[in-house]
Nanobody
Framework: QVQLVESGGGLVQAGGSLRLSCAAS????????MGWFRQAPGKERIFVAS????????YYANSVKGRFTISRDNAKNTVYLQMNSLKPEDTADYFC?????????????????WGQGTQVTVSS
């Protein structure tokens, strides 16, 4: 199994940037497609971005397309989410997730293991 730990969250003003990191430990990290999801208070967890095992394919939610970039460094066992032009509606807990397979996905049900989350707050 792979364990995931997110970091990089915090408080930022609208228009600002943050970079989230997700460090993986355990076996065969590079064989897993990875994703980022977010959950605002009182709302369901929703898809933000995902990346294939090689990093060659990425998907984004329409709400973040053009502002967020997902990437991974398999040598460092880390996946990143660069968030630019942040908006108050981006405020949420952000979760890193991984799949037991290399195929990319966009639903919570498709991911097998999760981090504990990191909080992002965007002030207006």
């Amino acid at each position: 199994q792979v364990q995931l730990v997110e970091s990089g969250g915090g408080l930022v003003q609208a228009g600002g940037s943050l970079r989230l990191s997700c460090a993986a430990s355990g076996r065969a990290y590079s064989n897993h497609a990875m994703g980022w999801f977010r959950q605002a208070p009182g709302k369901e967890r929703i898809f933000v971005a995902s990346i294939s095992w090689s990093g060659g394919t990425t998907y984004y939610a329409n709400s973040v397309k053009g502002r967020f970039t997902i990437s991974r460094d398999n040598a460092k066992n880390t996946v990143y989410l660069q968030m630019n032009s942040l908006k108050p509606e981006d405020t949420a807990d952000y979760f890193c997730a991984g799949r037991n397979g290399v195929g990319i996905a966009m639903t919570t049900a498709a991911f097998d293991f999760w981090g504990q989350g990191t909080q992002v707050t965007v002030s207006s």
